[in-house]
Every structure is written in structure tokens, then in C-alpha cells.
């Protein structure tokens, strides 16, 4: 691991054949960050767009990428991504400033070696997962000391190089540096900003960050490459650290001198403004990006919107632990057991059972009405809150229009945002926030939001949803198809921090091509009236009916019995008679 690189061009149509040659699993590929515009049923989510790839099968997946970047493919089924299926996804521009020969791959991720896929799928849900031994770049890394190979990017003096880092992570949050080289970032997530100079990059799981090295100035050796690990909540930066080697120029492999480690460091994607317990560290949130204007709205619509609705449709998400749970508005995501985007009709949406403090089980979804601009407020806050969250969004880019993070002190003590209101009866501490709302009302007319961003606003597919804050995003619902909306910390998303985005679906019916499997449980009259709650009550019915019909085949087993015997019988008996007849003398 990592599986091959995919390199194309915008543009540029594909398909690849994705074969499953495990014995006993499912599988699908999902496309990261890849928008799936007119190719809904592309985008590899088992039981949302497609039925699984079962063993043995083959899933030929074809479309048509439109914007260049940095993207990734991994598996949506299980733990499959945590145990390496995955790899880089490059679409290439052709007026991409850095030629390819200089451009580089970095895929960072934690690991342990203790676990196998069906043990971690087992700790994730029993919540046992043991902490990472290893950090690895694109593969690479040591455990205790081993000595095991390493990665090193090979670069040379004078040139404008170009690093691709992807977070492939499973659940932890890393640290990125290159100790002695400041990171040009000129893009996220696949789309362009205006460049912002940093020391280190916060890394969540499934996030993107381009940024290029001037190497004009630079001494010639071996840099060292930084990955840590930093705790869930305030972000501490644990001792351990994962290397790679960064060779400038140099045959001799001496190491080059590096300066200034006493100066500040500038941090971008903190989750608060200002870190905890790290005087010397500045931070740079994702929102203070500028979006280059590259890329144009109307790109992003797989179809015409002057005729559509005009309407501004306002959703609050909550994505937290209610009761323990894992859900977004207390709502436990349950995955459906059909293909949702091709047989929508044997999908139960229902989660009427949940309640403004009560978690549910159900296959959450939202619809979103043709064409409507959709504002959604992402927030984390309620007794569930604690840790912050790295959301993504499948089949859009959405514009990060405003964060708001939790006041933080410097010893590390946090003041959640008051902007939000969780409840009419109960203040948001010992509320779930399942039905959160503006404390002031006019905001629901996002315009009138203080530092709103509706200028040049940063493009993502996965932002971090602060601890005790709230993020807000807009898309416009023109992109037909049902897409996955979810936590990309694997064990939460599991759990059930997802839902599905039911978007302008009389309009995909024109995108779906012909042939998909469709795939559904199979259910006899009787067995379909079953469910897993109404087993245990109907146990004792099934023994006693089991019972009754055992009692009558025994009866019918004795009567058979007894009619064989008097077969039997009667032929004796008949035999007898002819043989006295036989041998009585003639009448005279």
C-alpha cells in the first residue's frame, strides 16, 4: 500500500474496472472529491449509489472528471480504507504552472500494527481502538526503532517543486512540517486559493492541501519530513514522530542546516483562532483562504438552473455523541439494504421516532429541491460535543461561507460559541442540539450573518467542524443523485454520523445507465412480517408451532404404520382362504 496512482486530464473521460478478489468481502471504490456531475451512480458508496461488488464480481466505473486537483480513491465498505485501499487520484490541468516531473505525491496516514480488518472493525465498534505505533508516508514508516526504509522526494535547487499531500488517515489528526522550509499553499481540496505561506499543516482525515517549495533559497542536504500525532480535543503534540526525507541536491546524504526553530510558527487549519497551551504557535483557520476564482458557479450544475427554484432552503446539522451515539441530529444512520439512488422506492427514510433530545436509528436523508441554494450550518455543540469533526460532503464542492470557533484560553479551557440555540427549555450544555436554531432570528437570512464570506469564500469537500463551534457551507442543488454526507473519522462514521442528500432526484433518473445491479433482502410472506425486534417475541410461537407439527407427523407416522399391518394382515388372511378352498373335495 498505497494502491497505484491514477494520473489524468481534466476532462478526460475514464473507466476502470474494479475486480473483487477477496473471498469474503464486498467491496466498492469511492472517488474522493471527484463532484460525479451526470455520473451519479459512479460514485461508489455501497447502498447508496450501487450495490455492493461482491466477491468474484466485477464493477466497470466510467465518468468524466471536470476540475483538475488533488484527489484520492479508497473503499467505502467497512474498514478496507484503514487497512491501505486506497491511493492518489491526480487530475492534471493543462495550465498547471508546475510541470509533472516536479510535482510529488505525499500520502500520511497513522497505523497499527496490532490490527487486522476485522479486528479493527471490532474495536471501532466496541470503541477499543488502541493507539497508532507507527505514522506512515505513502507507505512508509518505522515501528520501535526497526529501521525500516523510508520515504524520500529527491528535488533540486533552484526548482519549483509541487508536493500533493492527502490525508488517508484513518481517525487521527497530524502535524505536517518540513523543518527549515516554509509550505506555499495554492490549493485545497482540488481547488485554488491565494497563496498563504505556512510553516505546518493540520491534517484531518480525507483533506487535500497543494503546496509548493522555493528552492531558490534553500541549502543543499537532507530535511528532515515531520508527521505528529496531536491529541483529539485541544490538538497537544504527542512525542512520537513519523520521518520521510526531503534530498536537496545532495549525493552525500549530510543533512542540511536548518534555522530559525526559535521563531513563531504559522499553523494552518486550527480549529479554534487560538491554540492551547502553544504560545509559539499562530494560527491560520481554513476560512481566512481566499478562493482564486478559478472555477465559475455554473460549472458545478449538471444542468440549466434559469428555470428552477429560486428559494434559500437553511439546514442546522449537529454532529456529535447524544447518549453515546455516534450521530448527526441524533440521528444513528442505518444503512439501507438496497442500492438507494436506483431503488429508492424500498428505502425507509423515517425518523419520526427520533425527537429534539432523543437519538433514533434510521436511514437519515435529506431532500433538496431542484436548483434552491442550500445553506447549511454545521455545528458541534450539545451534551454530544467532544472533539471536533472532518465532514465531507460526496458529489459537491461547497463554498465555506463562515467558521466560528469556540473561545479558547491559553492554559486550554473552552468557551463554546453562544450564536445557537439548542432548545426552548434547556440550555445548550444539557441539550443534544437536535433541533438547533439562530439565537437571532434575522440570520436566517444568511446576508445578514456578521463575517460572512459571499466574495471569495474557500471551496472544500471536507472541512473540520469545530469542537463547541460551527461551520457554515453552501452549494446549490444541481447536481441530480443521492450522496453520502458523512464523518470522515472511520469508527464515527460507522457508528452512524452520516446521512444521505436526496438531491433533484426527478431529474437523475436521465444519469443512471442501464444494466446496474440492483440487489434487496429476500423475504417470504412469512419472513417478511418478521423483524429483529418482533423475533424474540415471536420465539416461543415458532417452538410451539415447531411443536404441533412435530405431533402430527408422529400421528400420521403411526397411522401409516398401522395401515402397512393391516395390508399386511388382509393378504395373509386372504392367502389362507384360497389355500382351504383348494383342498376341499368336489360336490358330488
Known amino acids: 500500500m498505497p494502491?497505484?496512482?491514477?494520473?489524468?486530464?481534466?476532462?478526460?473521460?475514464?473507466?476502470?474496472?474494479?475486480?473483487?478478489?477477496?473471498i469474503n468481502e464486498a467491496v466498492t471504490i469511492h472517488w474522493h472529491g471527484i463532484d460525479q456531475h451526470k455520473w451519479p451512480a459512479m460514485d461508489g458508496v455501497a447502498y447508496v449509489s450501487q450495490c455492493p461488488i461482491l466477491p468474484g464480481q466485477t464493477f466497470n466505473y466510467t465518468f468524466q472528471p471536470t476540475f483538475g486537483g488533488s484527489y484520492w480513491y479508497h473503499s467505502h465498505v467497512g474498514n478496507q480504507r484503514d487497512m491501505g485501499m486506497y491511493g492518489?487520484?491526480?487530475i492534471l490541468r493543462k495550465r498547471d504552472p508546475v510541470p509533472f516531473v516536479f510535482q510529488h505525491i505525499v500520502q500520511i496516514q497513522e497505523w497499527n500494527h496490532l490490527y487486522n480488518a476485522m479486528d479493527l472493525l471490532y474495536a471501532n465498534v466496541k470503541d477499543e481502538v488502541k493507539s497508532p505505533n507507527?505514522?506512515?508516508i505513502n507507505g512508509r514508516g518505522e515501528l520501535k526503532d526497526n529501521l525500516a526504509p523510508l520515504e524520500i522526494f529527491h528535488v533540486t535547487k533552484g526548482d519549483r517543486c509541487l508536493f500533493?499531500?492527502?490525508?488517508?488517515?484513518?481517525?487521527?489528526?497530524?502535524?505536517?512540517?518540513?523543518?527549515?522550509?516554509?509550505?506555499?499553499?495554492?490549493?485545497?481540496?482540488?481547488?485554488?486559493?491565494?497563496?498563504?505561506?505556512?510553516?505546518?499543516?493540520?491534517?484531518?482525515?480525507?483533506?487535500?492541501?497543494?503546496?509548493?517549495?522555493?528552492?531558490?533559497?534553500?541549502?543543499?542536504?537532507i530535511y528532515n519530513i515531520t508527521v505528529s500525532i496531536l491529541s483529539s480535543k485541544k490538538l497537544t503534540i504527542k512525542p512520537y514522530i513519523g520521518l520521510g526525507f526531503l534530498n536537496v541536491s545532495n549525493s552525500n546524504n549530510l543533512p542540511a542546516k536548518v534555522y530559525g526553530h526559535?521563531?513563531?510558527?504559522?499553523?494552518?487549519?486550527?480549529?479554534?483562532?487560538?491554540?492551547?497551551?502553544?504560545?509559539?504557535?499562530i494560527c491560520v483557520p481554513v476560512n481566512e483562504m481566499k478562493d482564486r476564482g478559478s472555477v465559475k458557479d455554473e460549472q458545478f450544475f449538471a444542468f440549466k438552473t434559469s428555470q428552477e427554484s429560486t428559494e434559500t432552503a437553511l439546514h442546522f446539522l449537529n454532529f456529535g455523541f447524544p447518549k453515546g451515539y455516534s450521530s448527526i441530529n441524533g440521528r444513528i444512520f442505518r444503512w439501507p439494504t438496497v442500492s438507494a439512488l436506483t431503488q429508492p422506492s424500498e428505502v425507509d427514510t423515517d425518523c419520526s421516532k427520533c425527537t429534539d433530545e432523543e437519538t433514533c436509528h434510521c436511514s437519515h436523508s435529506l431532500n433538496l429541491k431542484t436548483g434552491s441554494d442550500i445553506i447549511m450550518v454545521l455545528l458541534n455543540l450539545g451534551t454530544g460535543a467532544f472533539i471536533s469533526h472532518p465532514i465531507h460532503?460526496?458529489?459537491?464542492?461547497?463554498?465555506?461561507?463562515?467558521?466560528?470557533?469556540?473561545?479558547?484560553?491559553?492554559?486550554?479551557n473552552f468557551t463554546f460559541t453562544n450564536d445557537i440555540e439548542c432548545s426552548d427549555t434547556l440550555p445548550n450544555i444539557n441539550s443534544s442540539c437536535n433541533n438547533a436554531r439562530w439565537r437571532n432570528s434575522s440570520w436566517n437570512d444568511y446576508k445578514n450573518i456578521p463575517g460572512i464570506n459571499t466574495v471569495d469564500a474557500v471551496r472544500?469537500?471536507?472541512?473540520?467542524?469545530?469542537?463547541?463551534?460551527?461551520?457554515?457551507?453552501?452549494i446549490k442543488a444541481a447536481n441530480p443523485g443521492v450522496w453520502f454526507m458523512h464523518c470522515h473519522i472511520d469508527k464515527h462514521m460507522v457508528e452512524g454520523m452520516a446521512l444521505m442528500l436526496n438531491?433533484?432526484?426527478?431529474?437523475?433518473?436521465?444519469?443512471?445507465?442501464?444494466?446496474?445491479?440492483?440487489?434487496?433482502?429476500?423475504?417470504?410472506?412469512?419472513?417478511?412480517k418478521l423483524s429483529a425486534t418482533s423475533a424474540s417475541q415471536t420465539s416461543s410461537t415458532t417452538d410451539s408451532t415447531t411443536y404441533r407439527l412435530g405431533s402430527v407427523v408422529g400421528i400420521l407416522l403411526v397411522v401409516i404404520l398401522l395401515l402397512i399391518v393391516y395390508i399386511i394382515w388382509k393378504k395373509r388372511t386372504s392367502s389362507t382362504t384360497s389355500n382351504d378352498m383348494a383342498m376341499q373335495p368336489p360336490r358330488p
Open 164 to 221: 500533493r499531500l492527502i490525508g488517508v488517515g484513518a481517525m487521527h489528526v497530524l502535524l505536517f512540517s518540513i523543518p527549515g522550509l516554509k509550505l506555499n499553499v495554492t490549493e485545497t481540496d482540488g481547488f485554488e486559493v491565494v497563496p498563504t505561506v505556512v510553516d505546518k499543516i493540520i491534517m484531518y482525515p480525507a483533506e487535500r492541501y497543494d503546496f509548493e517549495l522555493d528552492l531558490d533559497y534553500a541549502e543543499e542536504g
Open 460 to 474: 472544500k469537500d471536507t472541512i473540520v467542524v469545530p469542537y463547541g463551534g460551527y461551520v457554515i457551507i453552501k
Open 262 to 281: 526559535n521563531i513563531k510558527s504559522r499553523v494552518l487549519n486550527c480549529p479554534f483562532e487560538t491554540y492551547p497551551n502553544e504560545e509559539d504557535i
Open 134 to 136: 507507527s505514522i506512515l
Open 88 to 90: 492518489a487520484f491526480v
Open 503 to 528: 438531491e433533484s432526484f426527478e431529474k437523475t433518473r436521465r444519469f443512471i445507465p442501464n444494466g446496474l445491479p440492483t440487489c434487496h433482502s429476500y423475504l417470504t410472506e412469512m419472513s417478511g
Open 3 to 22: 494502491g497505484p496512482s491514477i494520473i489524468i486530464y481534466e476532462n478526460q473521460k475514464i473507466t476502470i474496472i474494479v475486480k473483487n478478489h477477496m
Open 393 to 412: 460532503m460526496h458529489g459537491h464542492t461547497y463554498k465555506v461561507l463562515k467558521m466560528e470557533f469556540p473561545e479558547v484560553t491559553i492554559d486550554g
